[in-house]
Structure formats: structure tokens, C-alpha cells
């Protein structure tokens, strides 16, 4: 009878040290799934971050080019010589009374536009580089780009100078200096606005060869800030590889 009982007992501690081991391993492959579910939200967020930089950096490249040029871009030499006019004024202070051109003391009128924007409650809230950079954007939409021959031509010297290329690299680098990736990273224009799709790699966890070599990139998308001649200077159409 002792020795019965005896055999079942050691039966049972059998049966149950297969069940604790068994719990545990399952226990070992949901943590394991819960840490890879983790670790993926954790690089999804990253992505997110790299594609925001990406997109932020290519703007701004965008606007410092281009506010390089506006304000280096000879604008008398832009028009067509005048004819000397055979009739000459005997006032002196005519020349005074001129009215002050558009795209003369542009630092001046960059300002005022900046402090117009300040007085606006919908901008209250925008940092002093924001309104700058809004100020420029709607100066040369409103005022600049309108005017005739001289628009043209500085809308032609904004396409031809390689304003794309350096918006381009900027955006690579940044996603590098992220930790992403660029193997199928792109760039395009949608509504006046750059977008960068990037993504940062995941390495997954593994236990006793459940979800072993996990390897993916996850995928982000974000724009830049709209900027309203964007499409009057940009070139390229399509979506470009960055990779």
C-alpha cells in the first residue's frame, strides 16, 4: 500500500513539474511577444520622429536658400534698359517723391511684414522664426512673384539655383542622424508641402527560436510646414528615393 501511494506521489511531483515548465514556457513566449509588440510602438514613435525631422530640415533648407537669394538677387539688373528720355526735370526733389519699389530695403519691409503678422491673434502663438519665415512666404507669393519681368526672372534664378538637391540631402542626413534608414525612403511635394516617408529598424527579441530574426523597418510618414511657392521654384514632380 506504501509503496503505492509512494508511486503515485512521485507521479503527481512528475506531472506537475511538466506543468510548471510547460507554464513557464508560455509564460516565456507571451513576454517575449509582449517585449517585441513593446519594442515595435517604441520604433514606430522613432520613425515618426525621423520622418518629422526630415521633412522640418528640408524646409528649412528650402527657406534659407531661398531667402539667400531674394536678398542677393540684382533686381535693376533683372529689367530692360530704359532709352534715355529726352525730357528732364528741373525740380530736384522729384527724385524724392518716388515712391520706394517693392524690393528695395527688403529687410526693412521683411520686418514690417513680421510685426503685422504679430498683431494678428491667429500668429500670437508662433514662434519669432515662424512669422519670419511665414512673412517671407507671403512677401514674395503677394508682392514679389507678381511683379512684371522681375518676377520671372527671380522665380527663374530660384529654379535654376540647386535649391532641390540641398533640400534633398538635408533630408537624408537627418534621417542617418536619427538612426534610420535610407533603404526605401522618399521625399515629394503634395499641396505645397515637402513629405518624407523613412524608417528606422527594429531587431527583434527571440526565445528558444520563437519570432528568431525578426528584422523589419517600420515606416513613417510626416510634412514640413506648407510653404506657398514651394511649386512656383520646385522642380521635380515626382516621389524621389532617397535611398
Given amino acids: ?29 507571451l513576454f517575449v511577444f509582449v517585449l517585441n509588440m513593446g519594442m515595435a510602438l517604441a520604433v514606430k514613435e522613432q520613425s515618426a520622429t525621423t520622418a518629422q525631422q526630415a521633412s522640418m530640415a528640408a ?21 530692360p534698359e530704359e532709352e534715355p528720355s529726352e525730357e528732364s526735370s528741373d525740380d530736384p526733389g522729384e527724385a ?47 508682392v514679389l512673384f507678381p511683379i512684371p519681368i522681375i518676377g520671372d526672372a527671380l522665380k527663374l534664378k530660384l529654379r535654376n539655383a540647386p535649391i532641390e538637391d540641398k533640400a534633398i540631402d538635408m533630408a537624408r542626413s537627418t534621417i542617418l542622424q536619427n538612426g534610420g534608414v535610407l533603404d526605401e525612403a522618399e521625399l515629394w511635394i503634395d499641396s505645397n508641402r515637402i513629405y518624407v516617408r523613412a524608417a528606422n529598424e527594429m531587431e527583434g527579441v527571440s526565445y528558444d527560436g520563437f519570432m528568431e530574426g525578426i528584422e523589419e523597418n517600420i515606416f513613417q510618414e510626416s510634412a514640413g510646414p506648407e510653404i506657398d511657392f514651394l511649386t512656383e521654384i520646385w522642380n521635380e514632380s515626382t516621389t524621389i528615393s532617397l535611398d
Fill in 1 to 29: 500500500m506504501i509503496k503505492k501511494l509512494r508511486a503515485r506521489f512521485n507521479n503527481e511531483q512528475g506531472s506537475i513539474m511538466l506543468f510548471v515548465l510547460g507554464m513557464l514556457g508560455i509564460m516565456g513566449v
Fill in 59 to 79: 524646409s528649412s533648407v528650402v527657406y534659407e536658400e531661398v531667402r539667400e537669394i531674394v536678398f542677393g538677387f540684382d533686381y535693376e539688373e533683372a529689367l
Fill in 96 to 142: 524724392e517723391d518716388e515712391e520706394e519699389l517693392p524690393y528695395e530695403n527688403l529687410e526693412d519691409k521683411l520686418e514690417e511684414a513680421v510685426d503685422e503678422l504679430l498683431g494678428r491673434s491667429q500668429y500670437s502663438d508662433w514662434s519669432d522664426n515662424e512669422r519670419e519665415l511665414q512673412a517671407l512666404d507671403r512677401y514674395l507669393t503677394d
